[in-house]
């Protein structure tokens, strides 16, 4: 039982997957009693291993499942809007004979020829099955992948050229092997032996398409061709990433660092923290005077990185015992 007459004081040691914790009595200011003690560990909350956080896994995990929900709903989406345009049987068993099909050698053959409709409902539906590649982001976050990404793609324009195919389909249908992507790894990057972006199949799609309103133009209207391009290539833009609320006046929101006054701010607000110790370190702490200030200001926005003993130099003559805090 505590008597409300007598002090005590909580000791807490927080730790990263630990609590320890300490009740002791005080008399005259001083401990001579323990009335409690213990700790309380719980998860770390990261991979033992690769001390990641265990979040990134769930994370993931979710995105690969949003991905894959809004790929059954695209497909879904366009096979109604085939077979409502008549390029797709109703039947499902009918739609099943058209897999038969070498889509490839049809994507070949609906540049100079004309193609049923089925055929062509075959060749939009498998065109969607590989989009191409496309970034929504302003960087790829590995870089080294974004590299191989970089010059699978240089290599396969110039695959393109040197077989003067003038569509991706067209360059795999003479392949003897139809592989979309190949990967190989190696120890210390991914390489990749070519790999399409949205822009080639976008560039087929437009191109086999014009091709074959000529010979239906009656089912291949502009409009229909319009809807079922977005269909195919739609892709959902990133969330902006809100700025949040200032801190000082909680009703506005944060400027963007990139801004030049937040700069200034951020410059003005480490220079006013700067103080001078002399001797030893912790004693006699001098703030910077006026010309000493401007000096290093002026020194900040001249350089994009300066350390503490470039404007140590800059702002006042140093001796052993300066240092800067």
Aim: net charge positive; proline share 3%.
């Amino acid at each position: 039982m505590i008597n409300k007459n007598i002090s005590y004081r909580l000791g807490l040691d927080i730790g990263t997957n630990s609590i320890g914790f300490a009740l002791v009595c005080l008399k005259d200011g001083m401990p001579y009693d323990v009335i409690h003690l213990g700790s309380r560990i719980f998860s770390d909350g990261r991979d033992s291993q690769t001390k990641t956080s265990l979040a990134v896994a769930r994370r993931e995990a979710r995105g690969m499942r949003r991905r894959r929900d809004r790929l059954v709903r695209r497909k879904q989406q366009l096979m109604e809007y085939l077979i409502e345009k008549g390029l797709m049987p109703k039947d499902a068993k009918e739609r099943k004979k058209l897999e038969l099909l070498d889509p490839y050698m049809l994507r070949k053959k609906g540049l100079d020829e004309k193609l049923e409709l089925y055929e062509l409902g075959r060749v939009i539906f498998h065109i969607n099955q590989r989009r191409g590649f496309q970034s929504n982001r302003k960087q790829v976050a590995k870089e080294n992948e974004a590299g191989a990404i970089k010059e699978a793609t240089k290599l396969l324009q110039i695959k393109l050229e040197e077989k003067n195919s003038r569509t991706y389909g067209e360059f795999l249908s003479g392949e003897p092997v139809k592989r979309v992507r190949n990967v190989s790894s190696d120890a210390n990057k991914v390489l990749y032996d070519f790999y399409p972006l949205r822009k080639m199949l976008e560039d087929e799609y437009d191109k086999l398409l014009i091709a074959q309103s000529i010979h239906h133009p009656d089912f291949l209207t502009s409009q229909i061709i319009e809807e079922l391009k977005d269909t195919i290539f739609h892709q959902r833009k990133l969330r902006p990433v809100l700025k949040g609320r200032c801190s000082i006046l909680p009703q506005e929101e944060r400027a963007y660092k990139a801004l030049p006054s937040s700069q200034r701010f951020r410059i003005l607000k480490e220079v006013n923290n700067l103080t001078i110790l002399d001797k030893l370190w912790r004693r006699n702490r001098d703030d910077l005077t006026d010309e000493q200030r401007e000096k290093v200001i002026t020194e900040l926005y001249k350089r994009k990185t300066v350390s503490f003993d470039g404007l140590l130099w800059k702002s006042i003559k140093p001796t052993r015992q300066n240092r800067w805090n």
